[in-house]
T-cell receptor, first 109, second 112 residues
């Protein structure tokens, strides 16, 4: 079955601390992996996708096919990073997304 | 360029009633997907429309149906509403398959 697991509902860190939001997936085939973010009172928006291999707002995510993981990392968290983060996958060449349950990141000053 | 807009933003319906939610896709986008997001959960894929044809469906019963119009706007219809249909319904549009999906603000449906 296709599934995305985000084990942490809430992750709290202090400003300047490293952040890692965990995401594991199960999928038979070659999925495309994404991280979406929802800031307070804003709509869900794409943060990054694994095929682009970009760093967005200091965040990076590496696809580890052996561990079926796509953890989101940032070396130094900022208060403005506080938001809800969703990991998602889609099968190749489609945009039908399967989301995890999300992790709320709180960055304290 | 306008973003994805959904209407209404909130509504309350009674169990057994029918509801229609609307979505205007971002300018130039021909693909619309609908998602249901229950409280504390991630969005769940309902179905997708591409150039007015259904192009994939998630694990939702037939009382969830949709339409896409020639201008690529879309409707989600839910018949025989149940209490568990209470959720945030999200619409996302994209230029084509395998391109970035842009989400609307959602419609909050409460079934009482």
């Amino acid at each position: 079955a296709q599934r995305v697991t985000q084990p942490e509902k809430l992750l709290s860190v202090f400003k300047g601390a490293p952040v890692e939001l965990k995401c594991n997936y199960s999928y038979s085939g070659s999925p495309e992996l994404f991280w979406y973010v929802q800031y307070s009172r804003q709509r869900l928006q794409l943060l990054l996708r694994h095929i682009s291999r970009e760093s967005i707002k200091g965040f990076t995510a590496d696809l580890n096919k052996g561990e079926t993981s796509f953890h989101l990392k940032k070396p130094f968290a900022q208060e403005e990073d506080s938001a809800m983060y969703y990991c998602a996958l889609s099968s190749y060449n489609t945009d039908k997304l399967i989301f995890g349950t999300g992790t709320r990141l709180q960055v304290f000053p | 360029e306008t973003g994805v807009t959904q209407s209404p933003t909130h509504l309350i319906k009674t169990r057994g009633q029918q509801v229609t939610l609307r979505c205007s896709s971002q300018s130039g986008h021909n693909t619309v997907s609908w998602y249901q997001q229950a409280l504390g959960q991630g969005p769940q894929f309902i179905f997708q429309y591409y150039r007015e044809e259904e192009n994939g469906r998630g694990n939702f019963p037939p009382r969830f149906s949709g339409l896409q119009f020639p201008n690529y706007s879309s409707e989600l219809n839910v018949n025989a509403l149940e209490l568990d249909d209470s959720a945030l319904y999200l619409c996302a549009s994209s230029l084509a398959q395998d391109s970035e999906a842009f989400f609307g603000q959602g419609t909050r449906l409460t079934v009482v």
